[in-house]
């Protein structure tokens, strides 16, 4: 079997075991005779299936019992529309700190179609010219309904390791691409979200976890799919779930429990990006515009010092069989992305092709 070596920002490398697990039961699923994609989301093998994901996924992230867990779709940008329409007055406005494109995305989606939002605008750069987060600007303004910040910007490669003070405000955030690298206290926010496509499960689900006295104020004209009390109600089956996603991010969510959970991964993570991070600092042919403390462990963005080289490097990693590269369009540059499923040999690997690429270009 062959196997490329997968730095995609998304959808991105599961965990081999996982995919071969699901490769066996695909077309007999549990001595049913069909598939797990051919089953009804109302049958008896999936209720256990959907059931046993969201008991693992509160095991290993300690959801509290007054935290509801929605299987959704529409993705992280179904979310930033059902945010505000769950939660904001139409009087009200929101509080928007703002660390990359995704933030950026969420409060516009806010600010052009729901309501009020201001914009904190919270990376800076230093004097070296590296990019850095300014926690002093996360400030609450009087009267927010609600705070949001996106703890991990995928297509910067700038993470949140700090929470800003929102008070009362309950702090809304997008977990999207470091959901499960490392433990987080849920009782700290009102509400996080994610996609699954980064870490978690193929594309097409969307899981919220929400504080309990936050659902039932949405908007009459919140669309019902989007309503979180509505999906709360039917247990995420108002409509038809993706239940071959909901299916596999049960299969990862037991194979973190099997590594030894989040603190675990964390671990790993840690080794990974500090690996790859150290490399990148120890030479000037490679740099990463961000200063230290802000990086992300998961998506890493860099850049060659000679520019004209971005097309034969993509190539050459290409032939050695390392893809997804290629820096986000909105960016340029590289961007490696190490999620949990990406081994330590991977960042290895990858660690190795710098350096020779390095040694045959240096002038
Ligand atoms: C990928 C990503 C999104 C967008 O998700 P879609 O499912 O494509 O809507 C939003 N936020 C973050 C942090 C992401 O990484």
């Known amino acids: 079997m062959f196997r490329a070596w997968n730095?995609?920002?998304?959808?991105?490398?599961?965990?081999?075991?996982?995919?071969?697990?699901?490769?066996?039961?695909?077309?007999d699923y549990n001595d049913t005779g069909i598939s797990i994609i051919e089953m009804s989301h109302r049958s008896a093998d999936f209720d256990a299936v959907a059931k046993d994901a969201e008991a693992r996924l509160r095991r290993i992230m300690d959801i509290p019992d007054n935290y509801r867990v929605l299987f959704e779709q529409g993705g992280g940008r179904g979310q930033f529309a059902a945010i505000p329409l769950n939660l904001l007055p139409e009087d009200g406005h929101a509080d928007y700190f703002v660390t990359g494109h995704w933030?950026?995305?969420a409060y516009r989606e806010c600010a052009e179609r729901y309501g009020k939002a201001i914009l904190h605008e919270c990376v800076e750069k230093n004097a070296q010219g590296e990019y850095f987060i300014n926690y002093d600007r996360m400030q609450v303004t009087e009267g927010a309904t609600y705070a949001y910040a996106c703890l991990n910007e995928t297509v910067n490669g700038i993470e949140m390791f700090e929470l800003p003070d929102t008070g009362d405000v309950p702090l809304i955030v997008d977990m999207s691409s470091n959901i499960l690298t490392r433990p987080v206290d849920v009782?700290?926010?009102?509400?996080?979200?994610?996609?699954?496509?980064?870490?978690?499960?193929?594309?097409?689900?969307t899981v919220t976890i929400?504080?309990?006295?936050?659902?039932?104020h949405?908007?009459?004209?919140?669309?019902?799919?989007?309503?979180?009390?509505?999906l709360s109600s039917y247990d995420s089956m108002y409509n038809t779930p993706n239940t071959f996603s909901w299916y596999m991010a049960g299969k990862v969510f037991k194979w973190i429990e099997n590594l030894g959970g989040v603190k675990a991964l964390e671990e790993r993570n840690i080794r990974k990006s500090t690996l790859l991070y150290d490399y990148i600092d120890s030479t000037d042919f490679y740099c990463c515009p961000i200063e230290r403390k802000d990086r992300s462990r998961v998506n890493c963005v860099f850049t060659l010092k000679d520019e004209s080289l971005n097309a034969e490097f993509l190539e050459r990693a290409k032939r050695q069989h390392l893809i997804g590269l290629k820096g986000h369009k909105v960016l340029g540059g590289m961007r490696a992305s190490i999620y949990n499923a990406m081994s330590v040999e991977g960042v290895e690997v990858l660690v190795d092709f710098l350096r020779c690429f390095e040694i045959d270009h240096r002038a």
């Open 7 to 27: 730095y995609g920002a998304g959808p991105s490398v599961m965990p081999l075991e996982v995919l071969e697990e699901a490769q066996r039961e695909f077309t």
């Open 103 to 105: 933030s950026r995305c």
């Open 187 to 205: 009782r700290k926010f009102g509400a996080i979200i994610f996609g699954a496509q980064k870490n978690v499960a193929p594309a097409g689900l």
């Open 210 to 216: 929400v504080r309990e006295d936050l659902i039932g």
């Open 218 to 230: 949405a908007r009459k004209y919140c669309p019902s799919v989007l309503d979180w009390q509505v």
